[in-house]
């Protein structure tokens, strides 16, 4: 069975300082990873994808994040943070059966100005 | 092209009321899957259809049905609604099984009291 723990519930950063979302994962399987996003009030939108190709894994408004199997991790990061990443992100794992997604509980990235 | 559209965007039901949530997404995708987020709880997996005519439960589907008549829509049937249904419910759709992007919908705001 897979899992997914976010290990942080709420991140607060400053505007132009890096962002750093960590999430550890369990799977009997070789898992695919995905982190998601969440503006208010809005649907989810995938920011980026692992499926065992290269372990970093760049994504969409300059967000990446690295896979590392022997620590069972794959954090999110960014080098500078825009007010506009102020969200809620999601890290998600699948493998095995293949049709259901494990979300983890959710990190809400707060941006101060 | 619109992508994935839920009707409606907020409702309010009386316990042991019933209705349905609407889904409709025009990208041919054949995945389609409801979902419930909970406040701190991620996502969780109610119901999902691999293509028309075929649907399965996921982690939550007690006091839900589902119907996939055709390849665009998937509604979601509430039946005697309870307390313990009142969530933020999002509907998403894959061309493939869930290692391919999901594409969400904006969400359904269901409070019952």
């Known amino acids: 069975a897979q899992s997914v723990t976010q290990l942080d519930s709420h991140v607060s950063v400053s505007e132009g300082t890096p962002v750093l979302l960590r999430c550890n994962y369990s799977s009997s399987y070789s898992p695919s990873l995905f982190w998601y996003v969440q503006h208010p009030n809005k649907g989810l939108q995938l920011l980026l994808k692992?499926?065992?190709?290269?372990?970093l894994v760049k994504g969409i408004n300059g967000f990446e994040a690295e896979f590392k199997k022997s620590e069972t991790s794959f954090h999110l990061t960014k080098p500078s943070a825009h007010m506009s990443d102020a969200a809620e992100y999601f890290c998600?794992?699948?493998?095995?059966?293949?049709?259901?997604?494990?979300f983890g509980a959710g990190t809400i990235l707060r941006v101060k100005s | 092209n619109a992508g994935v559209t839920q009707t409606p965007k907020f409702r309010i039901l009386k316990i042991g009321q019933s209705m349905t949530l609407q889904c409709a997404q025009d990208m041919n995708h054949n995945y389609m899957y409801w979902y419930r987020q909970d406040p701190g709880m991620g996502l969780k997996l109610i119901y999902y259809s691999v293509g028309a005519g075929i649907t399965d439960k996921g982690e939550v589907p007690n006091g839900y049905n589902v119907s996939r008549s055709t390849t665009e829509d998937f509604p979601l049937r509430l039946e005697l609604a309870a307390p313990s249904q009142t969530s933020v419910y999002f509907c998403?759709?894959?061309?493939?099984?869930?290692?391919?992007?999901?594409?969400f919908g904006s969400g359904t705001q269901l409070s019952v009291l």
């Open positions: 998600v794992v699948s493998g095995g059966d293949g049709n259901k997604l494990v």
């Open positions: 998403a759709s894959s061309y493939w099984a869930t290692n391919e992007k999901l594409f």
């Open positions: 692992y499926t065992s190709a290269a372990t």
